[in-house]
């Protein structure tokens, strides 16, 4: 099996896009890869140069899916540490929240996850504007 096969034997694709690294992990869910110079290298990053060209070196990869174990490259974008820092607290901040913007409570109920968009959307607010 060629490098390329090897790898993508390696993921699985899941509903919301990501694909999934199911071999070897670091603790913080990063996917590890022996890559073609017998060299384990975090895979977000062998797949990232391999389909988006080399990583500018005052670049770090960041998963837009915020899925550490992801591997897709739609969801792998080259940004600056400060803006993965800014994009981390901003997540952190918005996942906190215990209610929307229009006031109503985040609870299993009146909460959606739409394919395809990060974050969660209230479903009261939903039914609203969709009248």
């Known amino acids: 099996m060629n490098i390329i096969g090897r790898f993508y034997s390696k993921f699985t694709v899941s509903i919301d896009g990501c694909w ?17 110079h017998r060299k384990t ?10 389909t988006k060209g080399a990583i500018p070196p005052d670049l770090i990869i960041d ?13 792998l974008q080259a940004i600056t540490q400060s803006n993965n820092i800014k994009r981390s607290l901003l997540v952190k901040a918005r996942s906190a929240r215990t209610h929307c913007k229009h006031g109503h409570e985040f609870t299993p109920e009146n909460t959606r996850y739409v394919k395809g968009q990060r974050g969660r959307r209230c479903a009261t607010c939903a039914k609203i504007s969709k009248n």
Request: proline share 5%.
């Open 20 to 36: 999934i690294w199911n071999a070897s992990k670091l603790k913080s869910g990063y996917g590890l890869f022996t890559n073609e």
């Open 41 to 50: 290298v975090t895979a977000h990053r062998w797949i990232y140069e391999r």
């Open 63 to 75: 998963h837009i899916c915020r899925n550490p174990s992801c591997v897709n490259p739609d969801h």
